[in-house]
Nanobody, 128 residues
Framework: QLQLVESGGGLVQPGGSLRLSCAASGFTWNYYAIGWFRQAPGKEREGVSCISTTGGSTYYADSVKGRFTISRDNAKRTVYLQMNSLKPEDTAVYYC?????????????????????WGQGTQVTVSS
């Protein structure tokens, strides 16, 4: 069974950077696309970014495009989300999730119901 553990969240000033990690355990890691979702207080969970099984295809929500970069190290069973130029509106709990298959498009990367496994979440707070 696939398990996911996020790390790397914290408090950062506007304009700062953080790198989130999502470490997986289990035998079928290479069969899953991995996505990052976030949920701010009082808001619905939204898909932020996702990456294919090989790392060759990626998706970014418009709100983070050009500032966030997703990457994947299959040897380490880890996906990263590098977040630069952070804004107060990026404040949220960030979750990684695993979805079977490798197709990367906006529909699949933003539908949280397609994901079989979820991490516990890591808090990101952007504030001065």
């Amino acid at each position: 069974q696939l398990q996911l553990v996020e790390s790397g969240g914290g408090l950062v000033q506007p304009g700062g950077s953080l790198r989130l990690s999502c470490a997986a355990s289990g035998f079928t890691w290479n069969y899953y696309a991995i996505g990052w979702f976030r949920q701010a207080p009082g808001k619905e969970r939204e898909g932020v970014s996702c990456i294919s099984t090989t790392g060759g295809s990626t998706y970014y929500a418009d709100s983070v495009k050009g500032r966030f970069t997703i990457s994947r190290d299959n040897a380490k069973r880890t996906v990263y989300l590098q977040m630069n130029s952070l804004k107060p509106e990026d404040t949220a709990v960030y979750y990684c999730a695993a979805r079977p298959g490798s197709t990367i498009d906006r529909s699949r990367c933003t539908d949280d119901a397609l994901n079989n496994y979820w991490g516990q979440g890591t808090q990101v707070t952007v504030s001065s």
